[in-house]
């Protein structure tokens, strides 16, 4: 049954403690937001392919109709928010480290929030397939809420009884976020629920859902309606607050001793890993039928007037949700997507909420002070103390820096999970986590590159052999012919003569037919 | 002494022998070097480089017939690689070769009058089209080669640069002297 005691099992390597500021945004409940004038939803929300626009500019849909539909396995489709008019389809900011545009389906709503049909609810989860349920998760559109946005069904997926703990990951452990704990306080029944519809798709024996111990409502919440629904084999576990608990590696290691390996995923050692906030929206989509089409975001910092959480519809433009949460105050300078650790900054707040955003940070200059300029690296170690994920920062940065990606890949850079511990530790104040995102985007663009490259190659030698074949062909008919001629000059040369001799008589005979016609024509006409 | 000497032309005559079957016994088909050199070309199959094809390039650089700064579309980068591969210092880029941003080409289609010149121009059968029929190009299958453009009687194939976007976006080189995440507090 539940239990509240402190159950760490494991430690993970490093970590650091920071000031939590999540007392400022949860003071209040979390409250609804009235619907903007317009929503903007971009067709990639999640890791994988972009989702595929099933609408057209003009077109009236109604809310939680679907507007995009998943392209590929690794894939979600995209839901209306509320009812309204597609206004476009086209290029528009959207959340991403890079600043850049893509592409957005936009609409303009028109305030009467109108339901579309919806799948019918599955109540009796337990008695349906676990494909049904699977695909309902998949068609809700439902990606990993902490962040990640992996498509969830794929982790659902059968895989032979071989998963026996599922996770929840309600660590919440950058400063300032305070979503999860919010959702926990006040929704840990629908939370539950959905941990039964998990438990029962992936058959797994047991259930930790590990937070962390600054969030002591959170975890009574949790206790009590895991307690009320009495769910067995399940534990509230709190670990320690400590940076980065939650993540996935991490929490893992903490709650079950076990390492994921290296490149593996918590699959490969009978570990599902799932975000509450996830968890609830797996519960809207089997228990009523909802596709994900709002989520809770963290409006906070001391640039914004009234911290709190909101539900936001899934499109809200961050300007919005920062003037429903009292507008900015004069110590705004700058809007950060994400907790002050792994988040980004972003040019404008004319940016939408996405399935993946958690928190939007009015930072001022106390909250994020500006980076002190970087010295060099005098090799105190302190980096490689506090990595989480046990590498050696400072060996990932001299290789990055030096773009030797090869090597930086030998100290395991794709291990990196980007928590920032070794840049915020370092004396030197190097940024070491923006070298190691510059190295992996390297990287993957020059795998990209070599795909491309190996694919021309075969095109191109396929084209050279067919061109070759081709000639080869026509040689060979060529031959034929010859040898045909050849074989017809068997005679020899005076019968070859003969032949042309008697081709010249036909032809003067021929001609001189003609003149004699000709010449008549021309005397009947005189 | 004699035994030593025997058995050291003994020794010699069987590491001989062993080592003329491993070289039958495990023959490698085609020219090694030249197979790596291509590998690291872009496959581009521009001719830029004066050759037709980046495997006769890649033949002419393991010949020894041509220097590694010949490929505009690999650029720097790849005359660092195939230094690296050969073991010798990189060069400056061959001069009056540019390098160039990457791009695709696209038929106008309302102006092809269905030659099928391009058709036989593109080294990797990009161009999908008949006789008197508009063509067009898999942008997908398109390496930007810009083979097909001379040929084209009316001049309807445009290069299109790939733009930037969240997919293919990468993280700037750091630049810790200002901040490059930094917001100004009047865009606010
Ligand atoms: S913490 Fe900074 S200065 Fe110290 S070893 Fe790591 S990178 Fe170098
Ligand atoms: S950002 Fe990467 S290298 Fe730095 S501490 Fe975190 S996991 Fe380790
Ligand atoms: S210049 Fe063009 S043909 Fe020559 S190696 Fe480079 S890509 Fe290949
Ligand atoms: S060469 Fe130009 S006109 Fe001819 S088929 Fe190609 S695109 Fe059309």
Redesign the interface.
Same mark, same amino acid.
Do not use: K, M
């Given at each position: 049954m539940s239990a509240t005691a402190p159950l760490t099992l494991g430690h993970f390597h490093g970590g650091i403690h920071m000031p939590d500021h999540k007392a400022e945004s949860t003071t209040q409940p979390v409250a609804a937001v009235k619907i903007p004038p317009q929503l903007i939803l971009p067709l990639q929300q999640h890791i994988g392919a972009p989702a595929k626009a099933v609408v057209s500019a003009g077109e009236h849909v109604l809310k939680g109709q679907l507007i995009a539909a998943a392209s590929g396995r690794v894939s979600a489709p995209i839901h209306a928010p509320t009812s309204g008019v597609i206004s476009a389809i086209e290029d528009h900011l959207v959340p991403h480290s890079s600043g850049l545009s893509a592409r957005c389906i936009i609409i303009d709503t028109d305030g009467r929030d109108e339901w579309a049909e919806l799948p019918p609810p599955i109540d009796d989860f337990t008695s349906a397939d676990n494909a049904v349920l699977i695909e309902r998760i998949r068609e809700s559109g439902i990606v990993g809420l902490g962040g990640a946005t992996f498509p969830s069904s794929i982790k659902m997926e059968a895989r032979n009884n071989s998963i026996d703990t599922l996770i929840i990951n309600a660590a919440e452990c950058e400063p300032y976020i305070t979503c999860d704990d919010m959702l926990m306080r006040e929704q840990a029944d629908q939370i539950v629920s959905g941990i039964r519809i998990i438990q029962h798709i992936l058959g797994a024996k047991r259930c930790l859902i590990g937070i962390e111990d600054n969030k002591p409502e959170a975890i009574k919440s949790m206790s009590a309606a895991v307690a009320a629904a009495s769910l067995q084999h399940t534990d509230v576990v709190t670990v320690p607050t400590l940076y980065p608990s939650g993540g996935e590696r991490q929490l893992t290691l903490l709650l079950t001793g076990k390492e994921v390996p290296s490149h593996g995923i918590p699959a490969n050692i009978g570990i599902v890993c799932q975000n509450v906030g996830t968890v609830y929206a797996i519960a809207d989509a089997v228990l009523k039928g909802r596709p994900l089409i709002s989520r809770i975001v963290t409006i906070t910092g001391e640039g914004v007037a009234q911290p709190q959480n909101v539900y936001s519809l899934i499109g809200t433009s961050a300007g919005e949700l920062v003037s429903q949460a009292g507008g900015y105050t004069g110590k705004a300078n700058q809007l950060i997507c994400g907790g002050p650790m792994m988040g980004y900054s972003m040019p404008t707040d004319e940016v939408p909420v996405t399935k993946g955003v958690n928190c939007l940070l009015v930072a001022s200059e106390q909250d994020c002070p500006p980076p002190e300029p970087a010295t060099a690296c005098i090799r105190c170690g302190k980096c490689a103390e506090a990595c989480p994920a046990q590498l050696l920062p400072q060996q990932l940065y001299w290789h990055s820096r030096s773009r030797n990606f090869d090597k930086a890949q030998d100290y395991h850079l794709f291990d990196c999970i980007e928590c920032g511990c070794c840049s915020h530790v370092c004396p030197s104040h190097i940024q070491l986590v923006h070298y190691y995102r510059f190295a992996k985007t390297q990287i993957w663009s020059k795998e990209k590159e070599k795909i491309k490259a190996d694919h021309a190659r075969q095109r191109h030698e396929a084209r050279v052999a067919r061109l070759e074949r081709i000639a080869a062909e026509r040689k060979a008919r060529m031959r034929k012919k010859k040898a045909v001629l050849k074989s017809k000059k068997g005679g020899g040369d005076s019968a070859k003569k003969a032949v042309i001799a008697a081709a010249v008589k036909r032809a003067a005979a021929k001609k001189s037919a003609a003149m004699a016609a000709t010449d008549s024509n021309q005397s009947a006409t005189e | 002494m004699i035994i030593a000497i025997v058995t050291i032309a003994a020794l010699a005559t069987l590491f001989g022998l062993l080592l003329g079957y491993a070289a039958m016994r495990f023959h490698v088909e085609g020219d090694p070097i030249a197979d790596q050199i291509?590998k690291l070309? %872009? $496959? &581009? $199959?521009c001719g830029q480089c004066g050759h037709p !094809?980046?495997?006769p390039y890649a033949n002419a650089i393991a010949n020894g017939e041509d220097d590694i700064n010949r490929c505009a579309p690999g650029g720097e980068a790849t005359i660092i690689a195939l230094a690296d591969l050969l073991g010798r210092d990189p060069v400056p880029m061959d001069e009056g070769i540019d390098e160039k941003a990457p791009s695709v080409a696209l038929i106008i289609e309302k102006e092809c009058i269905g030659c099928t010149l391009c058709i036989q121009a593109c %080294?990797?059968? @990009?161009i999908l089209g008949a006789a008197k029929q508009m063509h067009t190009v898999i942008e997908r #299958?398109c &390496?930007g080669c810009e083979l097909c453009l001379p040929p084209c009687p009316v001049e309807c194939i445009v290069m299109i640069p790939i733009e #930037? !976007?969240?997919g293919?976006?990468?993280? +700037?080189? +750091?630049d810790?002297?200002h901040?490059d995440?930094?917001?100004s507090?009047e @865009?606010?």
């Open positions: - | 291509d070309l %872009p $496959q &581009t $199959q !094809g980046c495997r %080294p990797v059968d @990009a #299958e &390496t #930037e !976007g969240i293919n976006w990468i993280w +700037p080189y +750091p810790n002297d901040r995440l930094s917001l507090r @865009a606010l």
